[in-house]
């Protein structure tokens, strides 16, 4: 079936240094895909997301690369913060006329004072 | 600002019982799913709806039913909880088509069940 899967299930970043997390896609007919933020206790929100049209997208912050070639996306994250710590999901559509998503097991991300 | 409200945020529940997970989302999206999230396995989608009275099955149905009665108000029912199926349920909703807004999703509820 399709999946959609990061790398690392954990990653530890200084504060105020670039964090870099990856993810993995099967699904070449997915139309776009969105990076999620789940911090402790709480559900999971939308950061960014990013069509399939498109190489890159840019935030507040935070920069999303998708590169189809070798289906894989990454969520860039600048100058780390404390407040950044938490779970971050990649996901994408799977096809179909709902738009349902496909989720990535998740990175925990850890950012050191 | 939109919502997805989940009723409880903790639920403890002894094997056997009943329970009732109730989601309510305010931003009229037809589409609703429930989730359940476990270390080391991500996010498993159980049941969604994409209408009122509509359910599908997800990849992990079994033990579990919804009712959708009223297109704002998704429930997840454990017929009768059993100690695996203590869990973090998450509830989302979105609009028909999906779209790159995604889901929005609840607080989530952690249920213990003893």
């Known amino acids: 079936g399709e999946s959609v899967g990061l790398h690392l299930p954990t990653l530890s970043v200084q504060e105020g240094d670039n964090s870099i997390i990856n993810c993995a896609y099967s699904?070449?007919?997915?139309?776009?895909f969105i990076w999620y933020k789940q911090e402790s206790g709480k559900g999971p929100q939308f950061i960014i997301d990013i069509r399939s049209n498109m190489d890159k997208r840019q935030g507040q912050r935070v920069t999303v690369l998708l590169n189809k070639t070798v289906k894989h996306l990454s969520l860039q994250i600048a100058a780390t913060q404390p407040g950044d710590s938490a779970v971050y999901f990649c996901a994408g559509n799977y096809g179909g006329s709902q738009g349902n998503l496909i989720f990535g097991k998740g990175t925990k991300l850890s950012v050191k004072p | 600002d939109v919502k997805v409200t989940q009723s409880s945020r903790y639920l403890v529940k002894r094997t056997g019982e009943k329970v009732f997970l109730e989601c309510v989302q305010d931003?009229?999206?037809?589409?609703m799913f429930w989730y359940r999230q476990d270390p080391g396995l991500g996010l498993r989608l159980i049941y969604f709806s994409y209408d009122v009275k509509m359910k599908e099955k997800g990849d992990i149905p079994e033990g579990y039913s919804v009712s959708r009665e009223k297109k704002e108000r998704f429930s997840l029912i454990l017929e009768s909880a059993s100690t695996n199926q203590t869990s973090m349920y998450l509830c989302?909703?979105?609009?028909?088509?999906?779209?790159?807004?995604?889901?929005?999703f609840g607080s989530g509820t952690r249920l213990t069940v003893v």
């Open positions: 931003m009229d999206h037809e589409n």
């Open positions: 989302a909703s979105s609009r028909p088509a999906g779209g790159s807004d995604g889901y929005t």
């Open positions: 699904n070449s007919a997915s139309d776009y």
